[in-house]
């Protein structure tokens, strides 16, 4: 069975630019969540989806979008960039509430 | 409500144990531990379950106190390749099926 998948890898923006990230859950996994990992916060919940409905969202600014399609595989934007939002974006999938949840390999992003 | 992880970091010794500490002040359903490894993705280790379910690694094991909200990690005859970053995640009730992690423990395994 795949694992899941993030595109691209690796990216680097400039400030002020936006920026679309991609995720293909495990086939199956119907909810996909999305986090945030820096050297000095760790790893941070941005939001959960299930069945193309965002569940629950951590505390982030509005500038971190997110949706759901309906394969599951999941998206987060991020608008107008800033040099804070450096970092590795991972992305996991599980069956549903209450059950484990697979990371992929993250997308780094780097931010000038 | 992020959970507290101790220790920061350990270093041990190939063989010998340690156990690693995941503390919360919230009412949890339940923990689940990973360990990431530097520059890749968190690989999951075990899953804990408010009454008592386990699902995870053959070698590893864990508690997890309700009561108290606590969980920890046991690392019997650590091999160099235990060596990462520790993280547990904990997840409350209600219909949120998010984790929110602890800072992570990082633990170092010398020959």
């Known amino acids: 069975k795949a694992g899941v998948t993030q595109t691209p890898r690796y990216l680097i923006k400039t400030r002020g630019q936006q920026v679309t990230l991609s995720c293909s859950p495990i086939s199956g996994h119907r909810s996909v969540s999305w986090y945030q990992q820096t050297p000095g916060q760790g790893l941070q919940f941005l939001f959960e989806y299930f069945s193309e409905t965002q569940r629950n969202k951590g505390n982030f600014p509005g500038r971190f979008s997110g949706r759901q399609f309906s394969n599951s595989r999941s998206e987060m934007n991020v608008s107008t960039l800033e040099l804070g939002d450096s970092a590795l974006y991972l992305c996991?999938?599980?069956?549903?509430?209450?059950?484990?949840?697979?990371f992929g390999p993250g997308t780094r992003l780097l931010v000038l | 409500q992020q959970p507290v992880q101790s220790p920061q970091a350990v270093i041990l010794r190939e063989g010998e144990d340690a156990v690693i500490n995941c503390s919360s002040s919230?009412?949890?359903?339940?923990v689940h531990w990973y360990r990431q490894k530097h520059g890749e993705a968190p690989v999951f280790l075990m899953i804990?379950?408010?009454?008592?379910e386990q699902k995870g690694h053959e070698k590893i094991s864990a508690s997890f106190n309700e009561k108290k909200q606590q969980s920890s990690l046991y690392l019997t005859a650590s091999q160099l390749s235990y060596s990462g970053t520790y993280f547990c995640g904990t997840e409350g009730g209600g219909s949120q099926g998010n984790l929110i992690f602890g800072k992570g423990t990082k633990l170092s395994v010398k020959p």
């Open positions: 804990l379950l408010k009454g008592g």
């Open positions: 919230k009412a949890l359903y339940s």
């Open positions: 996991a999938s599980s069956r549903g509430m209450k059950e484990t949840q697979y």
